[in-house]
C-alpha cells in the first residue's frame, strides 16, 4: 500500500480547506449555507468472522458516511450547501422510535440504517408519522421489497435475490450449472438459500444436492480446531451426486469460510465463501475505484469494505439529489432521488437508477475472489429490454410490492 | 530515416517487433497509439494502414502526445509515475519528465511547451516547462484532478472530477479556482474548442455532453445521444475532438462502439459511425484528413475519413489502446 501511506497528510482538514476554497471562488451570492443532517442508526453488535482478515472495524459503515459526507461536501460547498452525518449507535433492543424521534429534534428527515430486517420495519413505520424517509444500507431481505415495501424505505443494500442471481448468471455462463447446496440452520441462512433455488430455475441451473450445515455452537478459529475442521468438512461434503460447484447459503459465517479447498470432491465453491457476491471489494481499482480507495486508506488507515461502500452510496445519493436539485428541502431531496432520471455514479461502471416498483438501488453486484475481483454481473448475454442491471433481482413483472 | 539506423536502434532499445522491421520514410504520417496494456507504444504507418513497430514503454502508458517541435513524443508511464520521452527518430526513450505521481492523462499549452498533468491522488495539477524538463507549477485542485485541458489563450486550465461532477476553471496566473460549473456524471475530458468560445466536457456515466459557457461559467446546452438498438446506459461519452475550423465535433462513445458527429453551431448528432470496442480517445491527422480511434476492447485503432464520413479502415495495435497522437513529419 506504499503509495496511499505517503498522503497521510491529505486528510479530511485539507479537503475541508480546499473546500471553502471553492466556495469563496465560487461565491456567486451563496451568502447562505444550508445544513442537510443524515442520520445513521448504527449496530454497534460486531459478530466475529472466520476470517481474522474480515473482521469487521468499530466504524464498519461509518467510515463509508463519512467519506460520503466529505464527498458531500466538496460539491456542495459551491452551491452553499454543508452536509452533515448525525451517527446514532445502537445496542440490540434499543429504543428505535425513540432514536428516531430524537433525530428529528435535530431536524434529520432522512436516516439511514444498517440493522437487520425487522429493525428496518419498525424504523420505517415510525418515520412515516414524521414524514422521514429511511435508507436501508444492509438488510438484504426480500420481504422489505415484496410484501413489506414502504413509499419511504429505500434500499441501498442488494436484496438476496440479487446477490444470488448475480452468482447464478456467472456460473450459468461459466457452464458450472450442477450446484451442491449447502445451507446454514439459521432462518436467514433458509432464505438465502431460496434466493438461490429461485436463480438456478429462472437461470437453468439444476440444484443437485442440498444439505443443512447445523450451528452445533463453538467459537471461530482456536488454537486447534484447524485440525478438527479438516476432518469435518470433508464428512459434511461426502456423498454427493456429480456437481461442478458447491454453493454456501451461510450468512452468519458459522461455516462457509472453512469450505474452500475442505470439500470431499475437488469443487469450487461459491456463495458465503470462495466467490463471493458484493457491493465493494477493497481490490476493486476499476471506473475510476483506485482513488476511492486510496482516499478510504488516506482518512481511516484500513480497506473499505462492502458495507462502506453501502453507506458511501446513501450519504452520496443525498448530495447528489441537493447537487441536482440545487435544493436542501428533504421533500425535494427524497423526490430527486425517486425521480426516474436519478442515477448515482459509484465506480460501478455504469449509472446505479432506484426501482421505482420497490425502491431498490439498481447495481451490478462484484464477484470477489478473496485476492481480486473474479467477474461483475450482470454477466453478458443476459438480456433485459430496460437495462440489464433489471436481469439480477426480482424484476417490475414479478414484484408483489404496493408501495404506500 | 536510413535502414540500417533504423534497426540498430531497435536491438539498443530491445523493442518487441510487431512485424518485420519496415523503415517508416521519413515523411510518413505516423500514429503513437499507447497500449495500457502492454507497456507499448505502437507506431502505425498511415500511409501503409497498418502498425509497422512496437516499442517497450514504462508502466501503464495511457496519455500521449507529439511535442511542438516534431521532435518527441510525451507518454504518461502512470505506473512508474513518470512522463516519458521518447525520440521520435530512434524511437528511444531519451528521459522523463517530473509528472509527480500516477500520471494519467495531459493537456500541451502555450505553444506546446507547458505540460498540465493531473495527479489524481494528490489533488494537484503539476506544470512542466517540457524544453527545460522542470516543474513551473503545483495547483491543488482539492479534488482529484481527472480530465484535464487548457484553453487557446492559454490563460485557463480546466480540469474535471469524479468526485465533484464538475469542471472546475483554474485561472493560471493566480492559480486559484475561479468557477466550478456542475456537469453529469462522472466528466472525462474537457475540451475547448480552438477559438475557445466553448468548452465542452463529456460525462461517462451521465450519458451527455455539457456545453459550457468558459466566460459566464454556465452550461449552455446539453448533448444527449440516442442509438437505435442500443440501451442508454451503454452510451458513455469519453473523447471530444473538434474540426479546425470548430464546425464539428467528435464524440468517442465507450461500449457504444461508435463516434458521434456534432453540428456545433445546432448542437444535434448528425451521424454514428460504428468502430472498434469501446471507443474513448481520438486525434486528427493534419488537414483533418483523417480522425483516429482507439477501441480498447478491440484492441484496434478505426480510421475515420473525415470528408466522407466512414470508417474506411481498423488497424490492429496492442492491447488495450488508450490514447493516440500523429505527426506528419
Given at each position: 500500500m506504499g503509495r496511499p501511506n505517503r498522503s497521510m497528510r491529505n486528510g479530511i482538514s485539507r479537503r475541508g480547506v480546499i473546500a471553502v476554497l471553492l466556495t469563496l471562488a465560487a461565491s456567486r451570492g451563496h451568502a447562505d449555507v444550508s445544513t442537510i443532517r443524515i442520520g445513521y442508526v448504527r449496530s454497534t453488535a460486531r459478530r466475529p468472522m472466520i476470517s481474522l482478515l474480515e473482521q469487521p472495524a468499530p466504524d464498519a459503515g461509518l467510515a463509508g458516511a463519512?467519506?460520503?459526507?466529505?464527498?458531500?461536501?466538496?460539491?456542495?460547498?459551491?452551491?452553499?450547501?454543508?452536509?452533515?452525518?448525525?451517527?446514532?449507535?445502537?445496542?440490540?433492543?434499543?429504543?428505535?422510535p425513540a432514536a428516531l424521534e430524537r433525530l428529528a429534534g435535530q431536524g434529520v428527515r432522512v436516516v439511514m440504517t444498517d440493522l437487520a430486517a425487522n429493525s428496518v420495519l419498525t424504523l420505517a413505520s415510525a418515520a412515516r408519522t414524521r414524514d422521514m424517509t429511511i435508507i436501508n444500507l444492509a438488510a438484504p431481505d426480500d420481504s422489505l421489497r415484496e410484501q413489506d415495501c414502504r413509499a419511504n424505505l429505500i434500499h441501498v443494500a442488494p436484496a438476496r435475490s440479487m446477490l444470488a442471481d448475480a452468482v447464478a448468471q456467472y456460473l450459468v455462463w461459466k457452464k458450472w450449472t450442477r450446484w451442491f447446496l449447502v445451507v446454514g440452520s439459521y432462518p436467514s441462512?433458509?432464505?438465502?438459500?431460496?434466493?438461490?433455488?429461485?436463480?438456478?430455475?429462472?437461470?437453468?441451473?439444476?440444484?443437485?444436492?442440498?444439505?443443512?450445515?447445523?450451528?452445533?455452537?463453538?467459537?471461530?478459529?482456536?488454537?486447534?480446531?484447524?485440525?478438527?475442521?479438516?476432518?469435518?468438512?470433508?464428512?459434511?461434503?461426502?456423498?454427493?451426486?456429480?456437481?461442478?460447484?458447491?454453493?454456501?447459503?451461510?450468512?452468519?459465517?458459522?461455516?462457509?469460510?472453512?469450505?474452500?479447498?475442505?470439500?470431499?470432491?475437488?469443487r469450487p465453491v461459491a456463495g458465503s465463501a470462495g466467490l463471493e457476491p458484493v457491493t465493494w471489494d477493497s481490490s476493486s481499482e476499476s471506473w475510476g475505484g483506485t482513488q476511492l480507495q486510496n482516499r478510504f486508506v488516506r482518512l481511516f488507515n484500513r480497506r473499505m469494505m462492502p458495507l462502506d461502500m453501502?453507506?458511501?452510496?446513501?450519504?452520496?445519493?443525498?448530495?447528489?439529489?441537493?447537487?441536482?436539485?440545487?435544493?436542501?428541502?428533504?421533500?425535494?431531496?427524497?423526490?430527486?432521488?425517486?425521480?426516474?432520471?436519478?442515477?448515482?455514479a459509484a465506480y460501478k461502471g455504469q449509472l446505479l437508477t432506484l426501482r421505482d416498483w420497490d425502491l431498490q438501488l439498481r447495481q451490478p453486484i462484484l464477484l470477489a475472489g478473496g485476492r481480486t475481483v473474479v467477474s461483475i454481473s450482470p454477466q453478458p448475454g443476459f438480456l433485459h429490454q430496460t437495462t440489464t442491471l433489471d436481469t439480477i433481482g426480482i424484476d417490475r413483472p414479478e414484484t408483489k410490492c404496493k408501495l404506500q | 530515416m536510413k535502414k540500417s539506423s533504423f534497426r540498430a536502434a531497435s536491438i539498443v532499445a530491445g523493442a518487441v517487433l510487431a512485424m518485420p522491421a519496415v523503415p517508416v520514410p521519413a515523411h510518413a504520417l505516423t500514429a503513437y497509439v499507447?497500449?495500457?496494456?502492454?507497456?507499448?507504444?505502437?507506431?502505425?504507418?498511415?500511409?501503409?494502414?497498418?502498425?509497422?513497430?512496437?516499442?517497450?514503454?514504462?508502466?501503464?502508458?495511457?496519455?500521449?502526445?507529439?511535442?511542438?517541435?516534431?521532435?518527441?513524443?510525451?507518454?504518461?508511464?502512470?505506473?512508474?509515475?513518470?512522463?516519458?520521452?521518447?525520440?521520435?527518430?530512434?524511437?528511444?526513450?531519451?528521459?522523463?519528465?517530473?509528472?509527480?505521481?500516477?500520471?494519467?492523462?495531459?493537456?500541451?499549452?502555450e505553444g506546446g511547451n507547458r505540460l498540465f498533468i493531473s495527479n489524481e491522488n494528490d489533488q494537484l495539477v503539476t506544470v512542466i516547462d517540457i524544453p527545460s524538463r522542470t516543474v513551473?507549477?503545483?495547483?491543488?485542485?482539492?479534488?482529484?484532478?481527472?480530465?484535464?485541458?487548457?484553453?487557446?489563450?492559454?490563460?485557463?486550465?480546466?480540469?474535471?472530477?469524479?468526485?465533484?461532477?464538475?469542471?472546475?476553471?483554474?485561472?493560471?496566473?493566480?492559480?486559484?479556482?475561479?468557477?466550478?460549473?456542475?456537469?453529469?456524471?462522472?466528466?472525462?475530458?474537457?475540451?475547448?474548442?480552438?477559438?475557445?468560445?466553448e468548452l465542452w466536457v463529456s460525462s461517462e456515466l451521465g450519458g451527455t455532453v455539457?456545453?459550457?459557457?468558459?466566460?459566464?461559467?454556465?452550461?449552455?446546452?446539453?448533448?444527449?445521444?440516442?442509438?437505435?438498438?442500443?440501451?442508454?446506459?451503454?452510451?458513455?461519452?469519453?473523447?471530444?475532438?473538434?474540426?479546425?475550423?470548430?464546425?464539428k465535433a467528435f464524440v468517442a462513445l465507450g461500449p457504444a462502439n461508435r463516434v458521434a458527429v456534432i453540428d456545433t453551431e445546432t448542437g444535434t448528432v448528425e451521424k454514428y459511425l460504428l468502430v472498434g470496442q469501446r471507443v474513448w480517445q481520438m486525434a486528427f491527422t493534419p488537414e483533418d484528413k483523417y480522425l483516429l480511434t482507439t477501441n480498447g476492447l478491440s484492441n484496434d485503432v478505426s480510421v475515420i475519413d473525415v470528408a466522407a464520413m466512414k470508417v474506411i479502415r481498423s488497424i490492429q495495435v496492442g492491447r488495450l489502446p488508450w490514447g493516440v497522437a500523429v505527426s506528419a513529419q
Open positions: 463519512k467519506l460520503g459526507i466529505d464527498d458531500n461536501n466538496t460539491t456542495g460547498s459551491t452551491f452553499g450547501q454543508a452536509f452533515e452525518l448525525i451517527d446514532v449507535p445502537v445496542r440490540k433492543g434499543a429504543d428505535l441462512d433458509k432464505l438465502l438459500a431460496d434466493a438461490y433455488r429461485r436463480s438456478a430455475k429462472r437461470f437453468g441451473a439444476k440444484i443437485v444436492q442440498e444439505k443443512v450445515s447445523e450451528d452445533t455452537g463453538g467459537s471461530r478459529q482456536s488454537d486447534s480446531g484447524v485440525v478438527q475442521t479438516q476432518q469435518q468438512i470433508p464428512v459434511l461434503t461426502q456423498g454427493a451426486p456429480e456437481y461442478d460447484v458447491l454453493i454456501a447459503a451461510d450468512e452468519n459465517e458459522v461455516f462457509a469460510g472453512y469450505l474452500p479447498y475442505r470439500t470431499w470432491d475437488p453501502q453507506a458511501w452510496t446513501g450519504v452520496r445519493m443525498v448530495g447528489e439529489a441537493a447537487a441536482r436539485s440545487g435544493s436542501t428541502d428533504p421533500d425535494k431531496l427524497v423526490s430527486t432521488i425517486k425521480s426516474p432520471d436519478f442515477g448515482i | 499507447s497500449n495500457e496494456r502492454d507497456n507499448t507504444i505502437s507506431i502505425v504507418d498511415l500511409d501503409a494502414m497498418k502498425t509497422v513497430k512496437t516499442i517497450d514503454v514504462g508502466q501503464r502508458p495511457r496519455g500521449i502526445a507529439v511535442t511542438a517541435d516534431n521532435k518527441s513524443i510525451l507518454v504518461c508511464a502512470s505506473d512508474d509515475d513518470t512522463v516519458q520521452i521518447i525520440d521520435r527518430a530512434t524511437l528511444q526513450i531519451t528521459g522523463e519528465l517530473p509528472s509527480g505521481p500516477d500520471p494519467e492523462t495531459f493537456a500541451l499549452g513551473v507549477a503545483k495547483i491543488p485542485t482539492g479534488v482529484e484532478p481527472e480530465g484535464m485541458t487548457v484553453s487557446p489563450d492559454g490563460k485557463t486550465v480546466v480540469n474535471t472530477s469524479e468526485t465533484t461532477n464538475m469542471a472546475h476553471f483554474i485561472d493560471y496566473a493566480t492559480r486559484k479556482v475561479v468557477a466550478t460549473v456542475l456537469v453529469d456524471l462522472r466528466p472525462r475530458i474537457a475540451q475547448f474548442k480552438h477559438d475557445g468560445s455539457s456545453v459550457i459557457d468558459p466566460v459566464k461559467h454556465v452550461v449552455k446546452n446539453k448533448i444527449h445521444f440516442e442509438i437505435q438498438g442500443l440501451r442508454s446506459d451503454v452510451i458513455q461519452p469519453v473523447g471530444i475532438r473538434f474540426t479546425r475550423d470548430d464546425s
